[in-house]
């Protein structure tokens, strides 16, 4: 089994250190002087983010004792029952809504997943409204889109085993196992029922895209924070047109590991902080590397989807006054979870603390409101910010 990866802020089920304030940085000025801002959306909303940038106390939340985590597994396992099963009812009574327990399996796809390969059929899946396990999205070209899978698809059964009312990561894990073997699918939709054989393949995602905008303007996706976003993130940068700005869209971002998000801020960051955070009381900071653009326009785009570590980048050029955030108000998960090896072999990845943006945010249950809001129109919205062509009013 892998050993538990650098420590990661994601949420949980696949649904989507003291206060330390820095004095606001207002860069405006260098923004203005290139003639690329919208000068009115962009200058009121750092201004009005500037005066609204008190500390705020972190919604109370739930933490479990990892001696007492690791207690109940080992007495399970003592009397020849699942140490990962009673881990996770002392996690539930606890109150840590963001921690959960893998067994092995489960964990080594997740561990797998950090680096944005996997073995399983090509399908994301979520709980419904109702209950049910709902298919949320599929990857293209993937077993799952080849059988004609498709978001809203409700999943009951995989290889016999019903689903529902499963968590999620248990339905991800039945998913999962190696390549080349086939698992039977029982769904529904639109109130009929589908039975379909996929075979499971090797599958990568890409975390990082790049797409070139009219004026100039550099569209870049980060889909997760897995191993090398980072890089990629500031080698995008790099190869941006000269004096072009840059839209960073996180939207539906659900996280990942906190170094890659960090290597990220960095790209448009001449080292500073990048966000506080405390481990079972141990106050720590994190800081970007220097080297980063600071002069190329900035806009970050957001959603309800941009969650866990997405919203500490996002956090963090909002308040060192490098980017304008658009869109809608995020997720709001601030907290910080990791990994604890227990006696059979489980992980129970466990709520250490929240963290907070550079001036002094937490953000868990709150999120970050963005700048400027917009919907369906965000893209066209940070173009006008940016100073796009071809974009009408």
Known sequence: MPGPPAFCLRPRDLRRGAVLTLAFLVAVGTAASTGCWDREDATAALAARAGAAAPEEPRATGTADREAV??????????????????????????????????????????????GRWTGVGLWAERGRDGLIEVD?????????????????????????????????????????????????????????????????QLRTEPVTVRQ????????????????????????????????????????????????????????????????????????????????????????????????AAELVTGALQDRGRAVAVGSRTFGKGSVQMPTELPDGSVAELTVGTYRTPAGRSLDGRGITPDLAAGDGAEERAAKVLGGRGVGP
């Open 137 to 201: 999205k599929v990857q293209p070209a993937s077993p799952a889109a080849r059988a004609g899978l498709r978001a809203g698809d409700r999943l009951l059964n995989v290889d016999g085993h019903a689903v529902t009312g499963l968590p999620v990561t248990e339905v991800i894990a039945l998913l999962r196992g190696e390549a080349g073997t086939p698992v039977v699918l029982n769904l529904s939709r639109d109130g009929v029922g589908l039975t379909e054989t996929v075979r499971r393949e």
């Open 213 to 308: 905008l009219a004026g100039g303007i550099t569209v870049i996706k980060v889909a997760s924070f897995t191993r090398g976003s980072g890089e990629r993130v500031k080698a995008a940068v790099r190869d941006a047109p000269p004096g072009g700005g840059v839209m960073l869209d996180l939207r539906g971002n659900p996280g990942g590991l906190v170094v890659e998000a960090v290597a990220a801020a960095s790209a448009f960051l001449d080292g500073g902080l990048v966000a506080t955070y405390d481990v079972r009381g141990d106050q720590r900071a994190l800081y970007a590397e220097p080297g980063g653009d600071t002069v190329r326009p900035l806009v970050t785009l957001v959603d309800g989807g941009t969650m866990s």
């Open 70 to 115: 690791a207690r109940a597994a080992a007495e399970a396992v003592a009397e020849g029952k699942s140490g990962k099963k009673a881990a996770q009812e002392v996690v539930s009574r606890s109150g840590d809504r963001w921690g959960t327990v893998y067994d092995q399996r489960e964990y080594a796809a997740f561990a797998e997943g950090l680096d």
